[in-house]
Structures are given as structure tokens and as C-alpha cells.
């Protein structure tokens, strides 16, 4: 059995494409459509009941586009709503969570650091995971509040993306972590300056391509593949400016911070 739909994921704005990248290259024979909630960015800032409100919002376009699966690509909006959406959608659902456990398998010092929004920190996901995996072992939790704002908005390559994330590798290099999380999609475009500042004794985690076998474990699963000789097509939609997206993708692909995606971009009305 084949199932010719796109498999769908949302973010608040841009952080999820890195998640999308990941998830191209495991099913090549896919079509993908994102949408970038842009218009309601950050989620990071918000109560968990505004982000379930967003998110279920998120899921009705991807349905409306004829999503066979959704990936949460948004480690906030996992954290507020990815029971929710489970209990409210028949499609399967995909979500996000911290690598924490990894994490804690893999350091020497015994001290970790998450990177996150504070809605992922704060919420119950987080806890149940640090709960059960990280006993014994040191979590830092950083709330790196404005760092995904300042990649949404001016990207990896921005002079406050640098200072910001310059004062977090400094707070991480001074707590004796040798393990990094990356817990908010948006951070994976800032990853190789990330290892630049912290040097090559840290390790780094982020979750994209854990997320990107996941999801292929899930479309195997449920009989959802894509049948073979398809088209293969990335959309691209936004609930803010078509044209800001386009711009911010094009010069991701051109700075070798996203594969090039040969979207087609749409504009959403919520
Ligand atoms: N990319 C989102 C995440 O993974 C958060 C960015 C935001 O605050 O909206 O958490």
C-alpha cells in the first residue's frame, strides 16, 4: 500500500527546516509541505493553552493541503501540544523532544546543557524526560531566550545571533558541560558556530535526523510511502510574508545552511 500525499510539519517560523532537510535526505521519494506560523512567532513566549491553539490551527492547514503524517518540527509547540494533536487528529503525529537522554549516556563530567525556549523548559515533556533519563547527572537548563527571534529575523549570520550565542557557549564553557543540547529547531542553523565557540570538547546534539528516522519508522509503519516515480515536491507556506520566506530560504540554500529546496512558496490566511 502507497499513499501519494505530502507528509506535513510546522514550526513557528523557520527552525523546522532544518528538520525538513533532514527528513529529504531519509525519504528522498517524499513531497513535503511546511508551514511557517510566522505570523504568531515566537511560540517560545507563550502559555501552553495559546500554543495548543496555534498548533491544532497548524495541523488544520496541513490537513486542508492532504498531510498523510505531521511532524511537530518545533520543539516548543511538541512540549504544549503533541498530546493534544494526538487526541484530536486521525493522521499520525511526529514530535519533538530534547536529546537529553543521549545526552546523559554520553557525558564524561556529568554536566549537560540544554539550550531551549523557556515553554520547552517549562514544560511537562521535558521534565518526564529529564526525570527518567538524566538521574545522576547535572542538567543545566538555559533558557536561551531571543536566540531563536534572532535567527528568525536576521538569520545564522546576524551580529546579535553571534553576541547571543557567544553569551550562552560562554555560560555553557563555565559550567563544565560536555555535552550540548540543541532543544529548539531554530538553533540547528547556528550549529557549526555553536562548536566553533564551545571547541572540539564538547559535543553537540540536536534531535533533526533522530526526528528524520523517526519519521520514516512511522510512514513505513502506517503504510503511508509515497508510490515510486512521484514528484517529490517541497511547499512552502507562511501565515506571514511570502516574500520574507522566500528571501530568508534563498539565502540559507545560498550560505550552505539548507540544501537547496526547490520550493514553491504560498501564503496561508488563518
Ligand atoms: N523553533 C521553535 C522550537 O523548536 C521555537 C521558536 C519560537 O520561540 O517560536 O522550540
Known sequence: MSHPGPIGMFDSGIGGLSVLAAARSALPGESFVYLADQASFPYG??????VRVLSERAARVLLEEGAKV????????SAHALAHLR?????????????????????????????????????????????????????????ANGLASAIERGGPWAAET?????????DVRRSGADVVVLGCT?????????????????????????????LAHVVAEHRL?????????????????????????EALERAGGLPSLGAEYAEVRV
Request: aromatic share 6%; proline share 5%.
Open 70 to 77: 505531521i511532524v511537530v518540527a518545533c520543539n516548543t509547540a
Open 162 to 170: 553571534e553576541d547571543l550565542l557567544a553569551g550562552y557557549c560562554g
Open 186 to 214: 531554530h538553533y540547528g542553523f547556528v550549529r557549526r558556530r555553536a562548536q566553533e565557540l564551545l571547541g572540539d570538547d564538547v559535543a553537540i546534539l540536536d534531535t533533526a535526523d533522530a526526528v528524520a528516522r523517526q
Open 87 to 143: 487526541r484530536t487528529f486521525d493522521v499520525p503525529f511526529v514530535g519533538l523532544v530534547p536529546a537529553v537522554k543521549p545526552a546523559a549516556l554520553q557525558t564524561h563530567s556529568g554536566v549537560v546543557a540544554v539550550l531551549a525556549t523557556e515553554g520547552t523548559l517549562g514544560g511537562a515533556l521535558f521534565h518526564a524526560v529529564r526525570r527518567e533519563f538524566a538521574n545522576g547527572v547535572r542538567v543545566l537548563e538555559l533558557a
Open 45 to 50: 513566549p507563550r502559555s501552553a493553552a495559546a
Open 225 to 249: 510511502a509515497a508510490p515510486p516515480g512521484g514528484p517529490s515536491a517541497v511547499r512552502l507556506l507562511t501565515t506571514g510574508s511570502v516574500g520574507d520566506l522566500r528571501r530568508t530560504v
